[in-house]
């Protein structure tokens, strides 16, 4: 497996730029960023130089959607800002050269207005995509489960494997999160092998509390052994909450060397 580490949730014990250098010393080759907007690309591009690492992923700016809001990319009156921020996205992505631009679809409290929100989602994917695909990025939206973010627009693989399949966009595919879809009873095994061809991302952490693998319930040696013979084969990432000092985490990472080295 391709591995990243998602430097906003892990080595949170450091400041962000030294982020960057921990991850290297711990053996990953590429980072992920959720939101990297409050630092200068420039700042970015240095540290992942100097540390000879590749930035695979961000996301589009989500407006208030971590504060507890509805987000932007789902809510019709807010076309201008989903369209500033696909702006400022796509100067760090080009900028950055990631593969892969997450678009988070956001909250909806009301029921009677999920359809509209379901619409106006989709078309800015679509947006997204076209902007994106120029050049060679990959535009992916992920479901969220709805016991850490009541009311979220798509909270199944189900749900994103139809839209997904509704718009046949070939640059557009579902972000995978091993966390999300556990919590929401997903058969993370199954649908990785059956849906290998639509998943542009993969991400991961145990659960029920988003630690490190072995922390929680989930069987990380099956996961990672189906995910290696599927026909994914795109970049897989770390995206945990570590319970403890983040260099401190890594066994998962060694027990999957070892194996790698036992079947070689």
Known sequence: MKLTANLSLMYTELPFLKRFKAAHDDGFSAVEIQFPYDTPISDIQQALKENNLSCVLINVPAGDLMQGGEGLAAVPGKAAEYAAAMVECLAYARALKVSCVNVLPGRCSDENKRVFYLDTFKKNLVKTADNLAPFGITTTFEAINTRDMPDFLISTADQMLAIVDELKHPAIKAQFDVYHMALMGCQIC???????????????????????????TLDFTTIFRCIETSGYRGWVGAEYKPTRRTSMTMQWKRDLAANVALCS
């Open 190 to 216: 199954s649908f990785i092998d059956e849906n290998a061809d639509k998943i542009g991302h993969i991400q991961f952490a145990d659960i029920p509390q988003r630690g490190e693998p072995g922390s929680g």
